[in-house]
């Protein structure tokens, strides 16, 4: 199995700064993508970013030019940069993971998992 821990989240004032980071542990896998969601109540969990293992990069248009995310294959980490923030950005942030995990012996799957999710608060 594959655990995400997220940690950064917190209050900051509007056109502030935060960075989140997301720690995949367990055994037996690889790191396919990882990523970002947010969810606020009543609505939906969106995409904020993702990063491929070979570096590919994917963002929500709402976003991008003010959040990078970044990735360490070693260290099995992601990273989302978030700059110039809105209080619209205000929500729950989730890191995810899509893993190769062997499953038995040479038998592998492709699984998704998430974090516990790190509340993100943008005051005007």
């Known amino acids: 199995q594959v655990q995400l821990v997220e940690s950064g989240g917190g209050l900051v004032q509007a056109g502030g700064s935060l960075r989140l980071s997301c720690a995949a542990s367990?055994?037996?896998?690889?790191?396919?993508?990882m990523g970002w969601y947010r969810q606020t109540p009543g609505k939906q969990r969106e995409l904020v970013a993702t990063?491929?293992?070979?570096?590919?990069?994917n963002y929500a248009a709402s976003v991008q030019g003010r959040f990078t995310i970044s990735g360490d294959n070693a260290k099995k980490m992601s990273y989302l940069q978030m700059n110039s923030l809105k209080p619209e950005y205000t929500a729950v942030y989730y890191c995810?993971?899509?893993?190769?995990?062997?499953?038995?012996?040479?038998?592998?799957?492709?699984?998704?998992?998430w974090g516990q999710g790190t509340q993100v608060t943008v005051s005007s």
């Open positions: 995810y993971a899509r893993a190769t995990v062997v499953v038995f012996a040479t038998i592998t799957q492709e699984r998704d998992y």
């Open positions: 990063i491929t293992s070979t570096g590919s990069v």
């Open positions: 367990g055994s037996g896998f690889s790191i396919d993508v």
